[in-house]
């Protein structure tokens, strides 16, 4: 089966993008998984943003910036494996409701999202940001704040895109340590995606 999996992938480009909270796992499982399927990995973290710092001190201050040159960043990234698969450890999509979500809990300003919007809706447009072929949804359960309205972000897009594929990864019942789970991951993968 992942012989199979790992051979289409080569043949047919997929994008999986991650969706959640977690940061953990979704720093973890996609370099799993890039590695079981070939894809190519961009990860938020392996980007080197020079406003992560001013971000983790100070979100209110510097999302715009932090968000906008992520946002760069990961399309040039993805322009270099154009025609090969790749993981995003978090989808374009991803980034998006993230800014959604900060806007209302306060984080933000409403002025911040619209020029997020500015620079995200014609990257859409001219196809620089790439829609998921699958989504990866990892629900930790989190109740803060900012994990709720995440939450609430991303039940809402699902809901609004009806078409959108999806499997959902619950980190409080799957040890990715496991290889029996990261095999069912990878069945679920190949079953969303015919």
Do not use: W
């Amino acid at each position: 089966m992942l012989a199979e999996l790992k051979e289409r992938f080569a043949k047919e480009p997929k994008i999986i993008g991650f969706f959640g909270v977690s940061e953990f796992e979704k720093s973890f499982l996609p370099v799993i998984l890039s590695g079981k399927l070939g894809a190519h990995l961009i990860n938020n973290n392996s980007i080197r943003n020079p406003y992560r710092g001013d971000y983790l001190r100070d979100p209110a201050e510097s999302s715009l910036r932090f968000h906008i040159q992520l946002l760069v960043d990961k399309v040039e990234s993805i322009k270099k494996y154009s025609g090969k698969s790749v993981i995003l450890g978090m989808s374009f999509e991803m980034d998006l409701l993230e800014m959604q979500a900060e806007r209302k809990l306060g984080l933000i300003s409403q002025r911040d999202l619209e020029l997020y919007r500015g620079v995200f809706d014609p990257m859409v447009e001219i196809g620089a940001v790439k829609k998921a072929d699958l989504g990866i949804l990892v629900d930790e359960g989190g109740n803060s704040p900012k994990e709720k309205a995440v939450r609430g972000e991303v039940l809402t897009y699902i809901d609004e895109n009806p078409g959108m594929k999806f499997v959902t990864v619950r980190t409080e019942t799957r040890n990715f340590y496991n290889a029996a789970n990261v095999e069912n991951i990878l069945r679920e993968i190949g079953m969303r995606l015919n």
